[in-house]
């Protein structure tokens, strides 16, 4: 650990207690802060091709779109949580935050190149290690890794496994084939190996439309439409048998909402009761497997207009255990000082404290 580093007792700011963000995000500057961590070859091709010019962002909005950032989270000449004064300033220091798990949306895990994609994801956990984690004790990680190349995948893994400061593998929600396919086994076996979630964040790799029935006109579209590849993908885990293979995993969504649960458990259960034969793998309720591996970071909340209602839905979830506290900084959903819904009070050591610390078994 940094010099620069400090580990201090944690202050209890927000609702009695201090918590545990699931989600921030920390942005690449450009990528001419990441030529110090590539080797002397694909530094030089990054030059020569002109690459280091680029941000290469993973999202498909403009960037001074109004959902990009807040509005008074911006600031001039910088990308939207490129900043650790920033993050310390508007977000570990008022909550009181004792473990904040940072997120890189980046293209790196997008290239067709299976080794580009590689040395990028190695280079920017590097780069994260050293520019964040080392500068503020409070702060872990997520670990990028070339997810349509398991084997580099893996590599990847096990050679960020010994800094327990990482705690997940980062996966997007829109990714090439379902999330549940034996192609990807190789990433969750290294991950249960390591104590390990894996974090599936909205966004796409780009290779399919949002939806069963094509390209949209609009970025709406592809924003309401992640909901649906949540659901997909968390039918692809259950059925596919993942976790009869893998026993040990938890699975976090995030930016996933998690009002459309309820429905979708009472679905799949009753679906598998007639047709259980096809998936012998699958020896329990589907929402009993659900609420023992997944996890819902709570930021964006889809919240109703009353109150009850959401209290509601956590009750129709049937478990107390599966919402994680997060407030999406530097994005334009975190709703400030009001993270978490008044409502939801009653459930805030849970959601801000034990539930992360029951999910995360490195921190």
């Not at 942005?27 to 990054?46: C, G, K, M, Q, S």
């Not at 969504?253 to 793998?281: A, H």
């Amino acid at each position: 650990m940094s010099e620069t580093a400090t580990l201090e007792k944690p202050a209890k700011n927000y609702l009695g207690f201090a918590p545990i963000d699931c989600d921030v995000h920390v942005a690449v500057p450009d990528t001419r802060a990441l030529l110090p961590y590539f080797d002397e070859y694909w530094r030089e091709n990054i030059l020569q091709r002109g690459i280091e010019r680029h941000r290469l962002s993973l999202t498909s909005f403009p960037a001074n779109a109004p959902n990009a950032a807040r509005p008074d989270w911006r600031e001039q000449g910088v990308p939207p949580g490129s900043s650790l004064a920033s993050l310390q300033r508007d977000v570990l220091d008022p909550f009181g935050t004792q473990i904040a798990i940072c997120n890189v949306m980046h293209a790196a895990q997008v290239f067709h190149s299976e080794d580009m994609s590689a040395v990028f994801c190695t280079a920017i956990n590097a780069w994260v290690a050293r520019e964040w984690l080392d500068k503020d004790a409070r702060l872990r990680a997520s670990i990028l890794v070339p997810t349509e190349s398991p084997e580099l995948a893996v590599e990847e893994i096990e050679r960020r496994a010994a800094d327990k400061r990482f705690v997940q593998v980062l996966m997007w929600v829109g990714n090439e084939m379902p999330l549940g396919k034996r192609f990807y086994w190789p990433i969750y076996q290294a991950a249960e190996k390591h104590g390990l979630a894996i974090g599936v964040h909205a966004g796409s790799l780009y290779r399919h439309a949002p939806s069963s029935i094509g390209w949209g006109s609009y970025y709406l579209e592809d924003y309401v439409l992640n909901s649906g590849a949540f659901e997909s993908q968390l039918m692809s885990f259950v059925t596919e048998g993942v976790f009869t293979k893998y026993p040990g995993l938890k699975v976090v969504f995030m930016e996933s909402g998690f009002m459309w649960l309820p429905p979708f458990l009472w679905r799949i259960n009753k679906t598998w009761r007639g047709i259980r034969t096809e998936v012998p793998w699958v020896k329990r309720p589907p929402a009993d497997i659900i609420r023992e591996h997944f996890r819902f970071t709570v930021q964006p909340v889809d919240a109703p207009p009353e109150d009850t209602m959401l209290m509601d839905t956590i009750e129709q979830i049937g478990s107390d255990k599966v919402l994680l506290f997060s407030t999406d900084y530097p994005h334009w959903h975190f709703d400030g000082m009001d993270a978490l819904p008044k409502a939801m009070t009653p459930l805030a050591q849970k959601i801000l404290v034990d539930n992360p610390r029951e999910t995360y078994s490195r921190l």
